[in-house]
Nanobody, 121 residues
Framework: QVQLVESGGGSVQTGGSLTLSCAAS?????MGWFRQAPGKEREGVAV???????SYADSVKGRFTISRDNARKTVYLQMNSLKPEDTAMYYC??????????????????WGEGTLVTISS
C-alpha cells in the first residue's frame, strides 16, 4: 500500500500561481495529478514517469508543469496562469503499472485525500 499526502492548495486570483506537492510513502513508476471540479467527473491533469516523461491534459499544457524528486518520493505540480476553471479538488495518484504512464483514472491504484484549489476572478 502506498500513502499519498497532498499539500499546497489554496485560494489565488486569476493569473496567479500555486505549487502542489505530493509526498509518497513509496515511489511508483507512474505518479500524477487528477482533479475534480464541483459537479464534474474526476479528470487527469498530468502524470510523470520515474524517468521524467510527462503527459498533460490539453487544458493545462503550457501552464502546468509536473516534476518529481525520486529521492524525496515527492511529486510536484507547478500551476501558472491559473483560471477560474482550474478550481477543483486536486488529487495525487500513483500506479502499479511499470510499462506505461498515462493520465487515466483506470490506471491509478493509489489516491491521496486531495487538496483544494480555488481560483477567483
Amino acid at each position: 500500500q502506498v500513502q499519498l499526502v497532498e499539500s499546497g492548495g489554496g485560494s489565488v486570483q486569476t493569473g496567479g500561481s500555486l505549487t502542489l506537492s505530493c509526498a509518497a510513502s513509496d515511489y511508483r513508476y507512474c505518479m500524477g495529478w487528477f482533479r475534480q471540479a464541483p459537479g464534474k467527473e474526476r479528470e487527469g491533469v498530468a502524470v510523470t514517469s520515474f524517468y521524467g516523461v510527462s503527459s498533460y491534459a490539453d487544458s493545462v499544457k503550457g501552464r502546468f508543469t509536473i516534476s518529481r524528486d525520486n529521492a524525496r518520493k515527492t511529486v510536484y505540480l507547478q500551476m501558472n496562469s491559473l483560471k477560474p476553471e482550474d478550481t477543483a479538488m486536486y488529487y495525487c495518484a500513483a500506479s502499479r503499472l511499470v510499462a506505461s504512464c498515462r493520465p487515466r483514472m483506470a490506471d491509478m491504484d493509489y489516491w491521496g485525500e486531495g487538496t483544494l484549489v480555488t481560483i477567483s476572478s
